[in-house]
């Protein structure tokens, strides 16, 4: 089965950095696109950053550019997002995602919340 654990999320003051971890069990992680997404209690998801199955092409949301970078251990088979510079409006559950024979897969989250 496929499994996604994402983990690494907290409380940390705005400005402050948190490396988020997601952990790929089930499938050839190397052979995939992998996403990190975003959502705030009662509100639809919201992609934040997406990298290719090599590592060497990322893409991220407006408002994370040039403060998260995403990245990929495919020896390891982890996701990683380094949140660096982190906002209030960062606050949101984070998840791991990937798109597997039409079917999206995503994994249990890891809340980041960013408050003074």
């Known amino acids: 089965d496929v499994q996604l654990q994402a983990s690494g999320g907290g409380l940390v003051q705005p400005g402050g950095s948190l490396t988020l971890s997601c952990a790929a069990f089930g499938f050839t992680f190397s052979s995939y696109f992998m996403t990190w997404v975003r959502q705030i209690h009662g509100k639809d998801p919201e992609w934040v950053a997406a990298?290719?199955?090599?590592?060497?092409?990322?893409n991220y949301e407006e408002s994370v550019k040039g403060r998260f970078t995403i990245s990929r251990d495919n020896t390891r088979n982890i996701l990683y997002l380094k949140m660096n510079n982190l906002k209030i409006e960062d606050t949101a559950m984070y998840y791991c995602?990937?798109?597997?024979?039409?079917?999206?897969?995503r994994g249990q989250g890891t809340q980041v919340t960013v408050s003074s």
């Open positions: 990298i290719d199955e090599s590592g060497g092409i990322a």
């Open positions: 995602a990937t798109g597997i024979n039409d079917s999206t897969y």
